[in-house]
């Protein structure tokens, strides 16, 4: 595969590979000394007079085929692992390396990381049965297995430092954005920028509805610096590199100008004293910006991003005075299928809405369904909310409500194994 030419393509729009779906794996050369490696989780190798410089290892479930491609092209021993942020698909295949060090007689690789993945892995450990759920639920996966063990670093540092390695500098920067633990990796002589998470080929994912506060504000910022570069290659965790000056500045200033606007008139808006649902009802992305291949809510959406800017400036309560002390669940139920005259006067309007089948029929579907699935669980629920789900999934846009409403379909039909 050409590389650079897909990327090409990718680019202008004539190929589609999501955060997901990257494809073609194995090991390309994209600057005299560094290899990008493509995955669920990509990882980008440094030769230097030293050693091999990792910019993360990829998953549990990908890091082997990782380092078989790796070592295709390198047999130099691994010196330094830098992790890009916690996330598990970055940094569970460095234990492969210090493995592979202590058969070969080799020192093991020393790793580098921001100093909160630190409390990261400590957190992950104590949520690993929530997360296992999630994350279960997000990629459509009822098997996996969330690790309980993770591969600490040896050094962490907390606002920038700068690694001399061999014939090699490379400097590091902490950024908050999806996570508030990131590194971004600028090897200036090699015009090389390594940003991890901070740019993914996809509507940022800014507000992911299961998972922990996001930075919509300070990622934004941390774009603008990354664009003030002048990077020839970005080197992405998840997608295609993007070649050339012009099209690395492009992509990084119109993604902060993406969640700058977004912000801003979150913010706005709150000060003005709208709730949220008013804001969610109001705010949109810049329309100039729709067509952009790298600005698709392919991943996460700009109506979650609103949630998360919302939850860190304004708290959880959503401004509608109903939700700050609510019901049982239950009971308002109950309350609510009494006063529409039972449950098969409900379910009949879902079955309408679901036949409509346009996003706010379904929407409002969605909020009967479970009206009913508070006081009623019977096979002719479960077969309409499943049916419900289903439609919903299929009409998502985003891996997060997709994975979401595939996750309510799955639970309404349960598999009798």
């Known amino acids: 595969m050409d590389l650079e030419a897909v990327a090409d393509q990718r680019w202008r729009g004539e190929v589609e590979t999501g955060v997901e779906d990257v494809g073609g794996g194995g090991c390309f050369t994209v600057a005299p000394g560094v ?23 990829g998953a549990d479930f990908n890091a082997p085929a990782i380092r078989q491609s790796l070592r295709a092209w390198s047999d130099a021993r691994v010196h330094t692992i830098v ?4 996330h598990v698909d970055h940094v569970m295949g460095a234990r492969l390396y210090d493995d592979e060090a202590e058969e070969k007689g080799w020192p093991r690789p020393r790793v580098i990381a921001h100093e909160r993945v630190v409390a990261r892995f400590e957190r992950y450990a104590l949520t690993a049965g929530y997360n296992e759920i999630t994350n279960r639920r997000q990629f459509n996966r009822p098997r996996l297995r969330w690790p309980r063990e993770f591969r600490f670093p040896d050094e962490t540092y907390r606002d920038a ?56 504000r300070e990622w934004a910022a941390a774009l603008r610096r990354m664009a003030d570069l002048g990077a020839e290659v970005l080197l992405p965790g998840h997608g295609l590199p993007i070649f ?11 993604t902060a100008r993406y969640l700058e606007s977004i912000v801003d008139d979150v913010v706005a808006m709150m ?18 910006l729709a067509d952009r291949p790298f600005l698709q809510a392919t ?7 609103v949630h998360a800017i ?12 109903a939700t700050v002390k609510p019901a049982p669940v239950g009971r308002l139920a109950a309350e609510i299928v009494a006063l ?55 009409r998502a846009s985003s891996t997060m409500a997709r994975g979401i409403f595939r996750g309510a379909a799955r639970e309404s039909v349960p598999d009798e194994d």
């Open 35 to 57: 290899a990008f490696l493509p995955s669920f989780g990509n990882v980008v190798a440094l030769s230097s007079d030293d050693g091999l410089i990792l910019v993360d290892t």
């Open 340 to 394: 529409a005259g039972g449950t098969d006067r409900v379910l009949a309007r879902v079955a309408e809405l679901v036949e409509l089948g346009d996003d706010e029929s379904l929407r409002v579907a969605g909020h009967l369904m479970e009206s009913v699935w508070g006081v009623a669980r019977g096979s002719t629920e479960a077969q309409l909310r499943e049916r419900l789900y289903a439609a919903r999934a299929a």
């Open 244 to 254: 050339g000056a012009a099209r690395v500045h492009q992509a990084l200033s119109e």
């Open 299 to 305: 991943y996460d959406e700009p109506e979650f991003i």
């Open 271 to 288: 000060n003005e004293g709208a709730s949220l649902a008013e804001i969610l009802e109001t705010v949109r992305p810049p329309s100039d």
């Open 83 to 86: 992790y890009t942020h916690g």
């Open 310 to 321: 919302w939850r860190r400036y304004g708290g959880w309560w959503d401004g509608d005075p």
């Open 161 to 216: 430092t700068t690694l001399e390695i061999g014939e090699l500098r490379l400097e590091l920067r902490h950024e908050r954005g999806e996570t508030d633990d990131a590194t971004v990796v600028w090897v200036p002589e090699r015009g090389l920028l390594c940003c991890g998470d901070l740019f993914i080929w996809t509507s940022p994912n800014a507000g992911n509805p299961q998972k922990v506060q996001r930075y919509p």
